[in-house]
Nanobody, 127 residues
């Protein structure tokens, strides 16, 4: 079992920044590829960003590319999402997820690949 707890969400004006954190516990964090997803009521879960086990490779949804940065600190068992130039359409509940991976250089954009999820943190961007 891996427990994931997100923090850092809140209300911010358009153009502002936030940094989300995802604290992991329970298993060896460095054995898991990680991802961020977001969801709003009535809409499907949307992929945001993913990172491989080492943090050396990352992948972003086109909607956030150039504005968001995913990173991880394996020594601190923590995943991050730095969000800059926020837009009202970024408003959503953001969740982190973990996928066990034998391959250290793989990451996933498909939510079905992820085994463990956090409870989410709300990000609201006002215009």
């Amino acid at each position: 079992q891996v427990q994931l707890v997100e923090s850092g969400g809140g209300l911010v004006q358009a153009g502002g920044s936030l940094r989300l954190s995802c604290a992991a516990s329970g298993r060896t964090f460095s054995r898991y590829a990680m991802g961020w997803f977001r969801q709003t009521p009535g809409r499907e879960r949307e992929f945001v960003a993913a990172i491989d086990r080492s943090g050396g490779s990352t992948y972003y949804a086109d909607s956030v590319k150039g504005r968001f940065t995913i990173s991880r600190d394996n020594a601190e068992n923590t995943l991050y999402l730095r969000m800059n130039s926020l837009k009202p359409e970024d408003t959503a509940g953001y969740s982190c997820a973990a996928a066990y991976s034998v391959n250290p250089r793989i990451f996933f954009s498909d939510y079905k690949k992820y085994e463990y999820w956090g409870q989410g943190t709300q990000v609201t961007v006002s215009s």
